[in-house]
């Protein structure tokens, strides 16, 4: 009896801990690492270029046509203030997930699935307005600092007033 305790005992931490964890896919824009929670994650694609829109912010490179949904695609490198990027084969297109709609986001590379327990994610510092908007806030992961995205905050904002 005191062995089936034991093992209850076990399975409620594992629950806690299971409860207080969240998977990110993590990918890279130069040399920074940013991550989503892995349950907003569609799919991930090579880059093959996007159709433009007329009347759309720098940061939107245009739609693509994804089994018959149009997926507008956002230049994550652009939509932080560093230019746009030259893509090449080797770039990729995370589709996630926004709400009701689906976007698609730009970027170098996709490194890692990271399990990051709630507890260690800290509040963005105040200085850089752009990751302070963009981001939810920092982990830490394997002496890397990871920047978790908050997608309602890049969608914004993506047609130009007029």
Not at 54 to 82: C, K, M, S, W
Not at 133 to 161: F, P, W, Y
């Amino acid at each position: 009896m005191e062995a089936l305790g034991m093992r209850d005992e076990i399975g409620d931490k594992a629950a806690v801990a299971a409860h207080n964890s969240l998977q990110l896919i993590a990918f890279s824009i130069g040399e920074q690492t940013y991550g989503v929670e892995i349950t907003t994650v569609r799919e991930i694609r090579a880059w093959n270029g996007a159709t433009p829109l007329p009347n759309t912010r720098e940061f939107v490179r245009g739609v693509i046509n994804l089994r018959g949904t149009i997926v507008p695609i956002f230049d994550l490198r652009a939509r932080f203030g560093d230019g746009p990027t030259s893509p090449t084969k080797n770039h990729v297109v995370v589709v996630m997930s926004v709400g009701d709609k689906w976007v698609g986001i730009l970027v170098d590379a996709v490194s890692d699935i990271l399990t990051v327990s709630r507890d260690d994610i800290h509040n963005v510092p105040e200085g850089n307005s752009v990751d302070t908007e963009l981001l939810n806030g920092i982990v830490t992961h394997d002496s890397r600092m990871v920047g978790l995205i908050d997608l309602h905050a890049v969608v914004s904002g993506a047609k130009l007033d007029g």
